[in-house]
C-alpha cells in the first residue's frame, strides 16, 4: 500500500517520538529486551522433519529468557508470546515499542523446496540507502545534538532535509546495534559447530515497522533431514539458544560499556556449576507394558529415549546429565513435551545389580533361528539367543552396571539397531517378574 504525504508524516513523527523516548530510557541503569517466538496459534510457521517451527521457537524464546533472566538482574525480559497463541506482526512491534526495548529479536526456522539447504542466518533491517548518505547523516548527527531546542524534531517535516537526516540517524543508529547483535549471533553459531550463511539484510516487516536494534534470527533449515533432527532435540534447542545467549551477554557487555555501566560481571569470578558427584540423572518419561520404537509418536518427538525392560515392564529415560541445573531443564522440558508425570531417576554409578542380575541389550527379534556370529549381528559377539513362543529374540552384552549397559546399547544402535533396548536378566534368563508374586 503505498502511504499517502500524510499518513507518512503522522507515522514518521510517531517514530521519531519514540526515538527519542528511547534515547532518554538509554541513560537510565536498565535494559529491555523484547523476545519474540515467531508464528504461533494457527500459523504454524514452517513445517520441520520433526517438529514444525513455531514450537521449536516458542521453547528456545523460553529458555533464552530464562537464561537471560536468571543472568542479569538489570534486565526485563518481555516475550511476544509465552504459549501457543497467534500474534499479527504490528502486535509484536507495539510490544516491542511499547516497552522501550533496547534489544528485539525475533526467533524463526527456515525451510526450502530444497531439501539440501541448511544453516543459520541472522537478518537485519535493509534500508535501500548508499554508505555515502548514511555516512552524511552520521555526521549531521553532531549538529542535532547540539541543537538546544530538540522539540523540532518531534514535529517532523518529510520536507524540511535537517528533519529527514534526524530520521535517518535514528535508524542507522539502530541499524548499528542490530548489525552488532547479529554478527554476534552468527559468530556463537559458527563456534557452536553450526554452518553460518551470514548476516543478511532484509526488508521484514516485524523489523521495519521497530523503534530498536532489531534481528530476526533463523536457527537453521528444518526441512533439512539433518538440521530438522537437530533443532527437534532437545540438545539441539539448547545449543541454538547457548549460541543467542553468548551473543546476548557480549552485546549487553559493549552496551554497559558505552553507557559506563560496570557490571557485576567483571567483578565477581565466574562461578562453574560442579557436577552432582557419583550420580547420573534421566528423566523417566513413561511405563509402558508396550515397546515403542524410537520414533513412536507416544514419545512426543523426545529423541535419544533409552527403553529398559523389567519383566514385563519398559521404562522411558529421556536426557542424561550429572549437572543439577541441566537436570531440571530436561525435566521441565519433558514436561513441555506432555509428559506431565515425569520425574527424574537418580543412577548411582557403578552400581551393580544383586545377585546374578545382569543387564544385556535386545537388539534383533525374528521367527528365525540364526548361528553365532551370523551376518545379521552386524559383527556382534556373543549374543545370547532366547527363545519366546515362535520368537528368537537375540541379546548382546553382560554387564552388572548402567553405565556399561548404556556403552552396549550405543554399539548396538551404532551397528544399525535403532530401536535396540536394554533388558535386565537373572543369570542367562529373562526376569519375569509375574513369576515372583
Ligand atoms: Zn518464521
Known amino acids: 500500500m503505498r502511504l499517502t504525504r500524510i499518513n507518512k508524516q503522522i507515522l514518521l513523527s510517531?517514530?521519531?517520538?519514540?526515538?527519542?523516548?528511547?534515547?532518554?530510557?538509554?541513560?537510565?541503569?536498565?535494559f529491555t529486551i523484547v523476545i519474540d517466538a515467531g508464528h504461533g496459534g494457527k500459523d504454524s510457521g514452517a513445517r520441520g522433519v520433526v517438529e514444525d517451527e513455531k514450537h521449536i521457537v516458542l521453547d528456545v524464546s523460553l529458555r533464552l529468557g530464562k537464561m537471560i533472566e536468571k543472568e542479569f538482574k538489570d534486565v526485563q525480559v518481555v516475550y511476544t508470546r509465552?504459549?501457543?497463541?497467534?500474534?499479527?506482526?504490528?502486535?509484536?512491534?507495539?510490544?516491542?515499542?511499547?516497552?522501550?526495548?533496547?534489544?528485539?529479536?525475533?526467533?524463526?526456522?527456515?525451510?526450502?523446496?530444497?531439501?539440501?539447504?541448511?544453516?543459520?542466518?541472522?537478518?537485519?533491517?535493509?534500508?535501500?540507502?548508499?554508505?555515502?548518505?548514511?555516512?552524511?547523516?552520521?555526521?549531521?548527527?553532531?549538529?542535532?545534538?547540539?541543537?538546544?531546542?530538540?522539540?523540532?524534531?518531534?514535529?517532523?517535516?518529510?520536507n524540511d532535509p535537517e528533519a529527514v537526516i534526524a530520521f535517518e540517524i535514528m535508524f542507522s543508529a539502530f541499524k548499528d546495534q542490530s548489525l552488532d547483535y547479529a554478527r554476534l549471533v552468527e559468530e556463537e553459531f559458527v563456534k557452536n559447530g553450526r554452518s553460518s550463511r551470514g548476516v543478511k539484510q532484509s526488508n521484514f516487516h516485524v523489523l521495519r515497522t521497530n523503534g530498536s536494534p532489531a534481528?530476526?534470527?533463523?536457527?537453521?533449515?528444518?526441512?533439512?533431514?539433518?538440521?530438522?533432527?537437530?533443532?527437534?532435540?532437545?540438545?539441539?534447542?539448547?545449543?541454538?539458544?547457548?549460541?543467542?545467549?553468548?551473543?546476548?551477554?557480549?552485546?549487553?557487555?559493549?552496551?554497559?560499556?558505552?553507557?559506563?555501566?560496570?557490571?557485576?560481571?567483571?567483578v565477581k569470578p565466574k562461578e562453574v556449576e560442579k557436577p552432582v558427584a557419583g550420580?547420573?540423572?534421566?528423566?523417566?518419561?513413561?511405563?509402558?507394558?508396550?515397546?515403542?520404537?524410537?520414533?513412536?509418536?507416544?514419545?512426543?518427538?523426545?529423541?535419544?529415549?533409552?527403553?529398559?525392560?523389567?519383566?514385563?515392564?519398559?521404562?522411558?529415560?529421556?536426557?542424561?546429565?550429572?549437572?543439577?541445573?541441566?537436570?531440571?531443564?530436561?525435566?521441565?522440558?519433558?514436561?513441555?513435551?506432555?509428559?506431565k508425570d515425569a520425574f527424574v531417576a537418580e543412577f548411582i554409578n557403578n552400581e551393580k545389580l544383586e545377585g546374578n542380575q545382569n543387564y544385556r541389550i535386545q537388539f534383533l527379534a525374528s521367527n528365525k533361528k540364526y548361528r553365532d556370529r551370523d551376518n545379521k549381528f552386524g559383527g556382534l559377539k556373543n549374543v545370547l539367543r532366547v527363545k519366546q513362543g515362535n520368537m528368537h529374540l537375540y541379546f548382546y552384552g553382560s554387564t552388572k552396571t548402567y553405565e556399561q549397559a548404556q556403552k552396549d546399547l550405543k554399539l548396538a544402535q551404532d551397528k544399525g539397531f535403532k530401536s535396540a533396548i536394554i533388558v535386565t536378566f537373572d543369570g542367562e534368563k529373562l526376569i519375569d517378574e509375574s513369576a515372583k508374586k
Not at 531439501?115 to 555526521?139: C, H, I, P, Q, W
Request: proline residues 1%; contains cysteine.
Open 215 to 266: 534481528v530476526l534470527v533463523e536457527l537453521g533449515f528444518i526441512s533439512n533431514q539433518d538440521e530438522g533432527n537437530f533443532l527437534g532435540s532437545e540438545l539441539g534447542k539448547r545449543k541454538a539458544t547457548e549460541s543467542l545467549f553468548e551473543a546476548f551477554k557480549k552485546f549487553k557487555k559493549e552496551y554497559d560499556r558505552k553507557n559506563g555501566i560496570t557490571g557485576e560481571e567483571e
Open 279 to 339: 550420580k547420573t540423572f534421566k528423566i523417566q518419561i513413561l511405563v509402558s507394558k508396550n515397546k515403542y520404537g524410537p520414533s513412536a509418536k507416544q514419545l512426543n518427538g523426545l529423541t535419544g529415549v533409552e527403553v529398559v525392560q523389567f519383566g514385563d515392564v519398559f521404562k522411558y529415560y529421556y536426557g542424561n546429565t550429572n549437572l543439577a541445573s541441566e537436570r531440571d531443564d530436561l525435566l521441565a522440558y519433558a514436561i513441555r513435551k506432555g509428559f
Open 14 to 30: 510517531f517514530l521519531l517520538t519514540l526515538f527519542l523516548g528511547v534515547s532518554i530510557n538509554a541513560q537510565k541503569k536498565s
Open 82 to 158: 509465552k504459549t501457543d497463541v497467534f500474534l499479527e506482526l504490528w502486535e509484536r512491534t507495539q510490544i516491542a515499542n511499547h516497552h522501550h526495548a533496547n534489544l528485539f529479536v525475533s526467533i524463526h526456522c527456515n525451510s526450502a523446496t530444497n531439501r539440501s539447504a541448511y544453516g543459520t542466518e541472522t537478518f537485519v533491517m535493509g534500508l535501500s540507502r548508499s554508505n555515502e548518505t548514511m555516512d552524511v547523516a552520521k555526521r549531521e548527527n553532531s549538529v542535532i545534538l547540539l541543537e538546544d531546542n530538540q522539540e523540532k524534531y518531534q514535529k517532523f517535516d518529510p
